[in-house]
């Protein structure tokens, strides 16, 4: 029946006719239609639960190949146990909004060990053991909290933020430990920095993501300005110059120590900027620019790769045959 047939198009009820308003429960004109509505609306839903149940099986998957790689890293910790826990609810994920959820919580295990990891990694020994206790406890109460059957996801994005907080509060301590260990006088408007940063934290105020966010990266601003605070471990330097991969004698420091590379021969043949402090680096016709020198801490080379002194390692003396 048309729209035109009923003046009361906006009201829910049964047609009825227009002559005697007999209330019309059939209708042989529109059947063929209605039909192929319906049918025009079951393959809607077919398609809909079809892409659903394809993207929790792909979800799924994702979820657990990153618990795979978390439980690795807490083999013999008691975190082991959580991520067992949400393994099996991975596996038996049937639903959207769960899928969400779990994901939630596989991402906030997964920064739990990253600040674990942080502490026993970048902290000294004595930074650690007063840091130790204290982060623990939180630690803790936020796991109990986020791997609970009923938080919220508003609690869950609390929880985040509380890690975000924690992590900025280890950058700290480790960035006030390291200054006052290199004996070094930083300038004014990173010792306010610094100050600001402390302030906040301690003001028991909630603090938004986006503000510790921008805290962060006056933390790292401040490690960039002084390379003494930049240095990289042993362990760093290694997985750096192995994924380079190039031979001894090619890395080279910038006059405030940023280090850098050069490919080919080794030779600078090129100046260009520090993307750290904009100072000159390179140089031309393979003689290095002002300041710039070579970098023996990163492969332990003893000359520059183009220099005649590795060159000379190329050939037999014959007074040594």
Same mark, same amino acid.
């Given at each position: ?5 009923? %003046? ?42 079809? +892409?659903? =149940?394809?993207?929790?099986?792909? +979800? ?10 978390? =439980? &690795? +890293? ?10 067992? &826990? $949400? ?6 994920? /049937? ?6 959820? $779990? ?10 060990? =990253? ?16 840091? /130790? ?61 610094? %100050? ?24 790292? %601003? ?10 990289? &471990? ?7 110059? =192995? ?6 004698? @090619?890395?080279?420091?910038?006059? /405030?120590? @940023? ?13 260009? %900027? ?38 000379? /390692? ?8």
């Amino acid at each position: 029946m048309s729209e035109d047939d009923s %003046t009361d198009s906006h009201v829910i009820q049964m047609k009825t006719c227009p002559r005697c308003r007999t209330t019309i429960r059939r209708s042989l004109r529109y059947s063929a239609v209605i039909k192929q509505q319906l049918q025009d609306i079951d393959k809607v839903k077919v398609e809909l639960l079809r +892409k659903t =149940s394809r993207g929790l099986r792909g +979800k799924k998957k994702l979820l657990l190949d990153r618990l795979i790689c978390l =439980s &690795t +890293k807490l083999v013999g910790d008691s975190h082991e146990h959580f991520c067992q &826990t $949400l393994t099996r609810g991975v596996e038996k994920l /049937n639903d959207v909004v769960m899928a969400a959820v $779990l994901e939630n919580k596989v991402m906030l295990m997964e920064r739990l060990c =990253s600040v674990n990891e942080k502490m026993r990694a970048r902290l000294p020994v004595e930074v650690f053991k007063e840091a /130790n206790l204290e982060v623990s406890q939180v630690l803790f109460y936020l796991r109990k909290r986020f791997m609970s059957d009923g938080v919220t996801q508003r609690e869950l994005q609390d929880i985040n933020t509380e890690f975000s907080r924690l992590n900025l509060h280890l950058e700290l301590r480790s960035l006030s430990h390291d200054v006052k260990r290199l004996e070094l006088e930083l300038d004014e408007p990173s010792l306010r920095a610094m %100050t600001a940063v402390s302030d906040e934290l301690s003001s028991g105020k909630r603090i938004e993501e986006e503000r510790l966010d921008e805290l962060m990266k006056n933390i790292a %601003t401040i490690r960039r300005s002084c390379p003494d605070l930049n240095q990289l &471990t042993p362990e760093e330097k290694k997985q750096n110059v =192995s994924a380079v991969g190039l031979s001894k004698g @090619h890395w080279y420091k910038c006059p /405030n120590g @940023h280090i850098y590379a050069i490919c080919e021969c080794g030779g600078a043949m090129q100046r260009s %900027t520090c993307p750290e402090c904009k100072a000159v680096v390179g140089g031309e016709r393979h003689r290095m620019a002002e300041g710039n020198e070579l970098a023996p801490e990163m492969d332990g080379a003893r000359y520059s790769a183009w220099s005649e002194q590795a060159n000379l /390692n190329n050939y037999v003396i014959l007074d040594e045959v």
